[in-house]
């Protein structure tokens, strides 16, 4: 089966590296992994605690709620890690609620 490396990268800690299973979600291939760097709610696309940002590779995206992200965020590479799917290496970096949708200086 063909796997794609994930690299996560969070600010202020070591960045966390997994095998991605093709037609496997990034955010249950980290659980798999026991690797803690998003939290973790619905699974199903629909509550936005596991918004992350893709940084290089290319994906496919499963449903997703447009309340947790809508078209524009999408097409600036903003998606739900649990309905995130591979199809090359991909680097990713966690994303608070608001920073998918929150310009920079309204961020608390």
Do not use: K, W
């Amino acid at each position: 089966m063909t796997s794609h490396r994930v690299i996560v990268d969070v600010p202020g800690r070591e960045p966390g590296h997994i095998s991605c299973p093709r037609g496997t979600s990034v955010l249950r291939a980290m659980v798999a992994a026991g690797l803690r760097h998003l939290p973790v709610g619905c699974r199903s696309g629909g509550c936005g605690v596991c918004r992350i940002r893709v940084e290089h590779g290319e994906y496919t995206l499963g449903r997703m709620s447009a309340t947790q992200v809508d078209d524009t965020a999408a097409a600036q590479g903003v998606a739900l890690a649990c309905q995130l799917f591979p199809t090359s290496d991909l680097r990713i970096t966690p994303l608070r609620p608001t920073e998918a949708t929150t310009p920079p200086e309204e961020n608390p």
